[in-house]
């Protein structure tokens, strides 16, 4: 999916018989409810971008409850639709999970990280959902915006405000490097040239 799709928060369509069945994005609201169905499929799926109907056979065969979970969460189906749709049109729950998988692909699929030369002790991540929610808390979102949001755009918009804070200490640490080693007039008019643009 592509970053508007997931920013503007828009769900998939599945044609089933003579009505389409909207498919959303998890909202950060549902994710926690979303975890406890999806956290095992997630891993079974390790990582992969596309998906046979051999791999989502096994899937909901392997999973079937988590499966039944996640689809009831991001449709308007309720789990006893979703299992009859299993049992009279499987081809259908399949379609079902593809779409579901596909419009969630901002979790199921990450794209492996540069490690830039750390190891994985170091790179392991001790931080909780409340510290990235305060990151997007201090960079104007608020706590209802955040709730609303798909998974998708939570984690571009906190990737967002972690990239800007990266280039805001780049730029600090310069001036401070700049500040050292110029004279007091040489430096304040750098300053002068920073504001004026």
């Not at 931080?127 to 209802?144: I, K, M, N, R, Y």
Request: one cysteine or more.
């Amino acid at each position: 999916m592509n970053d508007f799709f997931i920013a503007s928060n828009r769900s998939l369509k599945l044609n089933v018989g003579d009505f389409d069945l909207d498919v959303r994005q998890i909202t950060m609201k549902d994710f926690d409810l979303w975890l406890v169905a999806s956290s095992e499929v997630k891993t079974n799926l390790n990582n992969l971008e596309f998906y046979s109907d051999e791999i989502l056979t096994t899937i909901i065969s392997q999973f079937e409850v988590q499966c039944y979970s996640m689809i009831n969460l991001v449709t308007d189906l309720d789990i006893d639709s979703v299992i009859k749709t299993k049992i009279n049109n499987p081809e259908i729950c399949i379609e079902l999970l593809r779409k579901t998988l596909e419009a969630n692909k901002a979790y199921f699929y990450e794209k492996p990280l540069k490690r830039r030369g750390r190891s994985a002790k170091q790179v392991e991540n001790t931080d909780s959902w409340f510290d990235s929610l305060q990151l997007l808390v201090s960079a104007g979102h608020s706590h209802e915006s955040i709730m609303n949001m798909s998974y998708g755009a939570y984690k571009h918009y906190l990737d967002a405000v972690v990239k800007a804070h990266k280039r805001n200490i780049t730029t600090q640490a310069g001036i401070i490097r700049v500040a050292q080693h110029a004279a007091a007039r040489e430096f304040k008019k750098y300053l002068d040239d920073i504001k004026s643009d």
